[in-house]
């Protein structure tokens, strides 16, 4: 598999995870999973990094505050 074919599977996995736990597949910033990509992250680990950018901030703030907790 060429290196482009491994990425755009890469990315189609992590649009899938997004998917798949709530998340908006269109909100995805590809520049990001490309980075992700290059450092070797899991597609699943990106995928919860994409799912965290698309909260509304005020969503973040209180999961935050019921970690630490």
Known sequence: MSSREERHKYE??????????????????YERIQD????????KDMAETELQSQRPRHQQDEEQQEQEL
Not at 12 to 29: C, H, K, M, Q
Not at 36 to 43: L, M
């Open 36 to 43: 992700g990509y290059y450092a070797g992250e899991r597609p």
């Open 12 to 29: 189609a996995d992590v649009a899938y995870e997004v998917w798949r736990s709530g998340g908006n597949p269109d909100n995805i910033d």
